[in-house]
């Protein structure tokens, strides 16, 4: 198990960008696939993003072209570059991790850590 504290989350205006960070514990970071989830008010969580030990990344279809996920595992860290956003971005954003190998990253239930979240507003 890793544990997870993201942060770069706050209020920005529709069109702006953001750059959240998930930091993770422990010295097996480059062995976890990585992923990114949002929750939105009253909304089911959803996936986001994610990006294999390997480097390979997934994107949901409604942040494909304007999110772009990246992992620095010297850093123990993975981020999530936002850019374009549109006040339908707005939610809590997770960092989740899976040690499981050759799993679909964009299911909830292959992630056995979290984070805490981070609020991300995006005014009109």
């Known amino acids: 198990q890793v544990q997870l504290v993201e942060s770069g989350g706050r209020l920005v205006q529709s069109g702006g960008s953001l750059r959240l960070s998930c930091a993770a514990s422990?010295?097996?970071?480059?062995?976890?696939?990585m992923g990114w989830f949002r929750q939105a008010p009253r909304k089911e969580r959803e996936f986001v993003a994610a990006?294999?030990?390997?480097?390979?990344?997934y994107y949901a279809d409604s942040v494909k072209g304007r999110f772009t996920i990246s992992r620095d595992n010297a850093k123990n860290t993975v981020y999530l570059q936002m850019n374009s956003l549109k006040p339908e971005d707005t939610a809590v954003y997770y960092c989740a991790a899976s040690i499981l190998r050759g799993t679909v990253l964009t299911g909830e239930t292959s992630y056995s850590s979290w984070g805490q979240g981070t609020q991300v507003t995006v005014s009109t």
């Open positions: 422990g010295r097996t970071f480059s062995n976890y696939n």
């Open positions: 990006i294999r030990w390997s480097g390979y990344t």
